[in-house]
């Protein structure tokens, strides 16, 4: 079993940045694909970035080159850095590693002027 905490999220205008944070309950970063996920009001849950076990990135054209995804293996934590943040970024976000059944809480972004 794996626990993952979300933090970071909060209220910030257009053009500002957040960073966001995953702490998981024990090391899996050698095992999973991580991903950072988003869920807006009335809308699907999309991919917003992953890593792999390697430490290769990929990410979603809406945020690309504006988000980066990134990892302390010896902390257990995944990063989601935003920059340039904009109005269709309000979201609540969510890590997951890709393939199992893990799910943080999420935390909050609202992106509001």
Not at 15 to 28: D, E, F, K, M, V
Not at 55 to 66: E, F, M
């Amino acid at each position: 079993q794996v626990q993952l905490v979300e933090s970071g999220g909060g209220l910030v205008q257009p053009g500002g940045s957040l960073r966001l944070s995953c702490a998981a309950s024990r090391s899996i970063f050698s095992i999973y694909i991580m991903g950072w996920y988003r869920q807006a009001p009335g809308q699907q849950r999309e991919l917003v970035a992953h890593i792999t076990s390697g430490g290769s990135t990929n990410y979603a054209d809406s945020v690309k080159g504006r988000f980066t995804i990134s990892r302390d293996s010896a902390q257990n934590t995944v990063y989601l850095q935003m920059n340039s943040l904009k109005l269709e970024d309000t979201a609540v976000y969510y890590c997951h590693p890709l393939r199992t059944t893990y799910w943080g809480q999420g935390t909050q972004v609202t992106v509001s002027s």
